[in-house]
């Protein structure tokens, strides 16, 4: 099945794929790739679609006649292919589909290998079902069988579903079809019952009564009467949803089900907001009180934002009641915030810990994502707002005439409400009656003006006027950053803070690196232990064994990012590590510390650089890789 996962990543991807992406994901040569790509070329003519190629960028799929583009994606999905890591996870799916015994010979002619290889690998299949809960039942003469208890099945199920599984979602699709009208029907009951969801909440519902429906149909279950509280909004909605789903699919459904529908229900949808409890006056005060601390702290300007005020106060009042009640809800961008933006998920989970404190909830990952992103938000807010500051600004170029113009129009863009004016070198004494307060040059100027300067080139690019936006937002900045090559944090690394290391505790990384960045004067003192009490709420052990320790509380003496490359990685709490970058910088570089964990997220999404990385003999090389990731220097 190799190459329709080759033609699914096409589909999902916007972008060029190269030969060397498809190697590292499918763990064969280079010579297997061509071979599939040079196959799929010489049929797509006729088979609905062809292929763009890019010289040092790949392929790009156009599909060019949608019938018979569907009608070859289901005849290469006859066969299947994976890794061998992979393989265990995909023959528990391939055996949760089945609905009779299944022999091992038709499991390896399903995935292409040998009866033996799958017999070694059964041993981590069972050892696989057990961790939810499944058993494998084997009959001599008819093969395996999976048997499970249902309410399990069903929460596996909906995560394969979600996570994409092609057994899963194959099986599944065959029996659901087209289903955006139910979703549609689903919406407007909410709207008129006056309840919320969010995009995510939907998700969970849509999803999990899929697969009600799924197994309703493939076990047949029976329909059994359920009594609805006519009173409750959740009922009337799952009342009527449980009359659309039995007569469209022709189904029946159970109590059991009925009650688990519910459930999920109740657990993804709010109620639009009323009262809100007797504890808010206590709570207002208490946000009031913290967010002026982290003011005072970070010079951040929370406290002066009444909507940010406004909006954390509703959304933790409820999440206080929510908690209270044990019901949570599931942020699939929590992991994503907590890497990219370090500072304010930081400053969620002190907030968090102080709700822990007073209001005795425990607040999850999950729900501490939804927090962070309120502060997010407000520092968006903030970065447009030091944006529009700029009221008056300066273009000095040398001859004031059409690249002066285009620059012009293009700083415009970025500062739609300020007056922009445009000057020769020669004019120096006009640019000091104009009073700018930035000015953007593309020479020194020989008169002192009392101005933020930022030096540019003759003609900008998109990139540049990206760059710009991040150079202004930070307090500090280069003002020859947008003429240098180097990107803007490449001054944060330092050869004398690279080194390769062995180590079998992530504990005794952190202390090496912390106590070196205190001593060497780059940490304040107590850096190491403030590093420690992050830790001590989540892990900065993240994807494909990059490592991102950080202080809770950001507030070095000089910018620093220690790196330490592990020469024998090692597993700890099931996750490995193979690279550490240990975060150390000032607090007033909010911005430019975005742009770092940023670009090291990007970074654990390919784990091919994380390898190459990981085999980097010198700083320099490991410099040259890290600017190659992204691109260029506009990260």
Known sequence: ????????????????????YFVQKYDVSKRTIQNDLSYLMRISPRKG??????????YLLEITNEELFKDFMGSLNEGIYFQVKERPAQILAYLAVQTGYISMNNIADTFQVSKTVIKHDMNDVENLAKSYHFELERKTHYGILLRYELTSFKKYLVEEYLNQNVFIQTAVNDVIEEFNDIEQKLIRQLNKEGLKINYNELLNVIEYLKIVIYIAHRQDEQKEEFIFDKNNEIHRIVEFLVGILEKKYAIGLSKKSIEEILEVLQKN????????????????????????????KYDTKFLEDEDFKKMLLT????????????????NPLANELNITYPMMFNIALQFCSMLHEKYNVEVTF????????????????????????????GIVCSSGGGSAYMIKIQIESLFPQAEVQTFSFLQQDELKTFQPDLIFTIMPLSQEIKAPIIYIKALLDDRDLVKIKQILQCEEYDPYTLIQDNPMYYSFFSKDFFKFIEADSYENIIRMMGQELEEKGYGKKGYTDLIFERESYV?????NGVCIPHPLETDALKNMISVAILKKPFVQNGKEIKIVFMICLKKDQVEIYKVITKKLYRLMQKSNYVEMLTKVDSFEEMMSLMKEIGGGNNE
């Open 315 to 330: 959304h933790v009042s409820l999440l206080i009641d929510r908690l209270h009640n044990k019901i949570s809800y599931q």
């Open 49 to 58: 679609f062809t292929f763009h190629n890019k010289r040092g960028s790949g």
């Open 269 to 296: 949808i709010k109620r639009e907001i009323g009262s809100i409890s007797s504890f808010t006056n206590y709570l207002k005060e208490d946000i009031e009180e913290f967010i002026k601390q982290i003011d005072e």
């Open 539 to 543: 892990s900065t052990i993240y994807t």
């Open 366 to 393: 999950d729900e501490i994502g939804f927090v962070a992103m309120h502060f997010a938000s407000h520092m968006e807010k903030e970065k447009q707002g030091k944006l529009l500051s700029y009221n008056r600004i």
């Open 1 to 20: 099945m190799r190459m329709y996962l080759i033609m699914k990543d096409f589909i999902n991807s916007n972008i060029y794929l190269s030969l060397d």
